[in-house]
Nanobody, 126 residues
């Protein structure tokens, strides 16, 4: 059974940085693309980023391009989302998830992802 556990969420001031982690267990991460989503209060969950396993591709939402970077270390079964120049509108619960295939084709929709973590809260406020 695939399990994903996020961590690293915190309260941070505008302009600050955070690094979220997603530890994957139950499978060999080498064969799985991993996506990051977020859900702000009162809003629908939206795709933030996706990182492929074998083709090396990464994808980002327009709202985070140039500020967020996704990376992975398959040997550590971990995917990271580095977030810089954070804005109040980045406040949300952040989730990692996998579509149970090796490579991303874009950000995809919720329904494309089979397994989800429990989420980690990111709050950007002064």
């Amino acid at each position: 059974q695939v399990q994903l556990v996020e961590s690293g969420g915190a309260l941070v001031q505008p302009g600050g940085s955070l690094r979220l982690s997603c530890v994957v267990s139950g499978v060999v991460l080498d064969y799985y693309a991993i996506g990051w989503f977020r859900q702000a209060p009162g809003k629908e969950r939206e795709g933030v980023s996706c990182i492929s396993s074998s083709d090396g591709n990464t994808y980002y939402a327009d709202s985070v391009k140039g500020r967020f970077t996704v990376s992975r270390d398959n040997a550590k079964s971990t995917v990271w989302l580095e977030m810089h120049s954070l804005k109040p509108e980045d406040t949300a619960v952040y989730y990692c998830a996998t579509p149970s295939i090796e490579n991303c084709w874009g950000l995809g929709a919720d329904s494309d992802y089979d397994y989800w973590g429990q989420g980690t809260q990111v709050t950007v406020s002064s």
